[in-house]
């Protein structure tokens, strides 16, 4: 735990520059206030909870505009996270496996990352693994006492806190119910509906004031499109497709079939030492599967980062822990088939401990720019990197006179860009391209590195800066084009094009 939490700190204190999505939500907190972040959409298609953004907010009013303000609650969230695994743990293993899953989270790289990342992701841990917690309270107890009670308010906070939540409520409140119908008392299921139905109303009025315009939100709908199934007929093929692919993100499983088998077993062996906790601490699961298979809710990548200590904790479960015939032949194999799965990410954590993990570092590369360019040079923005220019022009003392922003239109075949390079005037003038952001590449998409050897053959490159993936390019054709021609370079159906200025 210590070294986790070393981890985490040190990335926090590195305090990286935002890349383009942190930049994109960090433009609504710092822009608006509280009441204008749930008002209107947040801006460039974001979305994220509401109470979570007002913490963010509240830290940009007490601490600044900075990346570690911005980060200080994921941060605390990535904290805490470690200390919930610790109780997870002790509750559902016994005590000599409890170190496996907690070791796991601790170096878990993803983990770290997002606990240094302006995003909500690190709480989302946080939010389930408190519901589970106290959900096992409820189910020690009779089930409609206190800690029933307590659950449900918290139910009626976590919706506002965690997009997740909904799915650790959902699966708990079916669990409690049906537990109730099973013990044949159905007064006592309809008075736990009851008690929990407080939730249900904080998750309606959370869905006409901030959810339902989620669902007309077209670019976050294509983004995550392929995490849905194609069809009815598809569901077979996609549940399997969407396990190794979480197996792979964000679990980091290195052999992701033996990890999914090692994850299985495990669940299979812990439902028989500790049913009723296994159920309840799985429960999210299978809501999220139904809102994944219904195209609701994508159940991938970075938005099911709190499967990992829930994983974690089940894996460990399948290692034998007690003597007996035969036991140590299966202990040693467990332990490798372990070690093999989640020795990589464990050595990517370790590694954090030393060193920021940079993503695209544009704040220094223009404090160096800014130094450098003159007067009357002109400044070509690549249309991806515009939001992180904008947000970082003015922190960094970049004017924003003489910047224009480029970008890449789709054409009928390869295309003759001499028009826009004339029109840009890359063949008179000393000019910057600025880029950070990079796009997939494609066989039509193209790549930054294409479009600069195209603006060779009118111009010379004379000065390049970088920093982590963003660099800065100056070209002055005083002195000749660098290349004659564009032979031995790709050209695809991808034609560049001036848009408008930056602001």
């Known amino acids: 735990m210590g070294v ?133 309270r409820v189910s020690a107890r009779p089930v409609d006492g206190p800690p029933l009670r307590r659950l449900a308010a918290a139910g009626v906070v976590a919706i506002w806190l965690s997009h997740a939540s909904i799915f650790v409520l959902t699966g708990v409140s079916v669990a409690l119910v049906v537990r ?38 077209q670019p976050l709908t294509d983004f995550w499109a392929y995490t849905f199934p194609n069809s009815v007929l598809d569901l077979p093929a996609w549940f399997f497709r969407r396990w190794y692919d979480l197996a792979g993100a964000p679990l980091r499983l290195t052999v992701r079939v033996v990890g999914l088998a090692l994850l299985l077993y495990g669940l299979v062996r812990l439902s028989r030492g500790a049913g009723r906790r296994t159920a309840l601490m799985w429960a999210a699961v299978p809501a999220a599967m139904v809102a994944a298979a219904l195209s609701v809710y994508p159940f991938a990548s970075r938005l099911a980062l709190w499967l990992v200590p829930l994983a974690a904790i089940t894996m460990a479960a399948a290692l034998p822990h007690q003597r007996r015939k035969g036991g140590t032949r299966w202990l040693v194999v467990g332990v490798i088939a372990l070690t093999a799965t989640f020795a990589p990410a464990a050595s990517a954590g370790l590694r954090l401990t030393t060193a920021t993990q940079e993503v695209e570092e544009l ?114 054709p005083s002195t000749g084009a660098q290349t004659a021609t564009q032979e031995g370079e790709r050209n695809p159906e991808r034609c560049l094009t001036v848009i408008r200025s930056a602001r």
């Open 363 to 476: 704040r220094p590369l223009l404090f160096r720019f800014a130094k450098e360019r003159l007067p009357g040079d002109l400044v070509y923005v690549e249309v991806a990197t515009r939001d992180a220019f904008e947000y970082y022009a003015e922190q960094t003392g970049v004017g924003r006179d003489g910047v224009v922003l480029f970008d890449q239109r789709r054409g009928t075949g390869p295309c003759d860009d001499l028009p826009a390079l004339n029109a840009g005037r890359f063949a008179t003038e000393r000019v910057w391209v600025i880029s950070s952001h990079r796009l997939t590449d494609t066989k039509r998409l193209g790549t930054i590195e294409d479009i600069l050897a195209r603006i060779r053959t009118v111009t010379r490159e004379i000065r390049h800066l970088s920093e982590t993936d963003a660099d800065a390019w100056l070209f002055d």
């Open 4 to 136: 986790g939490a070393f981890a985490r700190i040190r990335q926090w204190a590195g305090g990286r520059s935002l890349w383009l999505d942190e930049v994109l939500i960090a433009d609504n907190l710092v822009q608006r206030g509280f009441i204008d972040l749930v008002r209107e959409p947040l801006l460039h298609s974001q979305a994220a909870p509401v109470l979570w953004l007002w913490m963010e907010r509240l830290c940009v009013e007490l601490f600044g505009t900075s990346e570690r303000s911005l980060r200080i609650i994921p941060l605390l969230a990535g904290l805490a996270g470690l200390g919930l695994t610790v109780l997870l743990a002790r509750q559902v293993l016994p005590r000599v496996l409890a170190p496996i899953p907690i070791i796991v989270v601790a170096l878990h790289p993803q983990l770290i990352y997002y606990s240094n990342e302006v995003k909500q992701y690190s709480m989302d841990v946080v939010v389930v693994l408190v519901l589970i917690l106290m959900s096992f």
């Open 180 to 217: 109730a119908v099973l013990q044949r008392d159905l007064r006592r299921a309809v008075r736990v509906a009851l008690v929990l139905s407080p939730w249900l109303v904080s998750l309606a009025i959370s869905y006409v004031v901030v959810l339902r315009p989620l669902t007309e939100n």
